[in-house]
């Protein structure tokens, strides 16, 4: 074999295992949303927040697909579509008050290859509409009680994970403490607080759904 067609042939090969990777090798673990790390998933959810807030839509949609990768188990091909489509929704959302209805078919595409990937049995467009409602009730000051949001993502919780609404209603109140302190505090927001309250929030969702 001459040395032109050793090099072509390592360079497939290399090529070969970099598609392998990016489309179809995940990490290892069962395929079920309820399997995730909480603190883990509680750190991501705090810098998300953070670049959120800060309109860093790349690093948001970095922390998307590290999160779907590592948590989920997506290969990396698949965590980046995801995230392109949540992303893409949180960012419409931060520059519109009207027509919210527009970001669900994002929200949806993002649900749906998370019940296809776990063979999940819930409904991407209920979960979708459920998100969006919390996302809303936020912005409603009649409406933005972390009781009131904390009821709207219990919701989300019990359709995506499929348990009982009142099992993770504890766990969803603690997440919506952490976004009333983060809009309390806007750009001096007390971040240690809320990861505490995000710590404990998905450390409490983790024992909810894994019962």
Not at 27 to 49: I, Q
Not at 61 to 74: G, I, K, V
Not at 83 to 112: I, K, M, N, W
Request: net charge negative; proline share 5%.
């Amino acid at each position: 074999m001459t040395r032109r067609r050793i090099t072509l042939a390592l360079f497939l090969a290399i090529l070969a295992g970099g598609v392998y990777e990016l489309c179809y090798d995940a990490p290892k673990g069962p395929r079920t949303l309820k399997a995730f790390d909480p603190d883990r998933t509680a750190d991501l959810e705090v810098d998300m927040w953070r670049v959120y807030y800060a309109q860093k839509n790349i690093q948001l949609f970095t922390d998307l697909a590290t999160m779907l990768h590592e948590q989920n188990r997506y290969p990396w091909a698949k965590a980046g579509v995801a995230a392109y489509h949540l992303a893409r929704a949180a960012s419409a959302f931060s520059a519109s008050h009207t027509g919210y209805e527009l970001l669900l078919p994002d929200l949806e595409a993002a649900y749906a290859t998370a019940k296809d990937w776990t063979h999940a049995d819930f409904d991407p467009a209920a979960v979708a509409r459920a998100e969006l409602a919390w996302w809303v009730a936020r912005r409603i000051p009649a409406r933005s009680s972390p009781e009131q949001v904390g009821g709207l993502i219990a919701d989300e919780n019990a359709l995506l994970y499929g348990v009982p609404r009142d099992r993770v209603l504890p766990a969803s109140i603690l997440r919506a403490r952490a976004g009333r302190l983060r809009d309390d505090g806007g750009e001096d927001a007390d971040w240690t607080a809320v990861s505490d309250l995000l710590h404990e929030s998905y450390r409490q969702l983790h024992d909810a759904v894994s019962r």
